[in-house]
């Protein structure tokens, strides 16, 4: 489930990395290589990654799965 932290950047076509606002609550699913299998390469996904800072702040916080 989605925090108030965030993290997901996406690259836009003018190779500039945006950032991809949190919403509360919400859930993120990443299908975009799903996508492009099913359409046989029509739709290509953009790609992703987590900001490091974001990600370092996450791990060092205790979870349960």
């Known amino acids: 489930m989605q925090d108030h ?11 500039q990395w945006i950032a991809a606002p949190p919403v509360k609550g919400s859930c993120i699913i ?22 490091p800072t974001v990600v370092a702040c996450r791990a060092s916080r205790s979870r349960s799965s």
Do not use: D, E, H
Not at 5 to 15: D, E, F, I, M
Not at 30 to 51: K, Y
């Open 5 to 15: 932290t965030g993290g997901l950047q996406v690259l836009s076509k003018a190779g």
């Open 30 to 51: 990443n299908i975009g290589n799903t996508l492009q299998f099913w359409t046989g390469g029509r739709l290509s996904p953009r790609p992703t990654i987590a900001s």
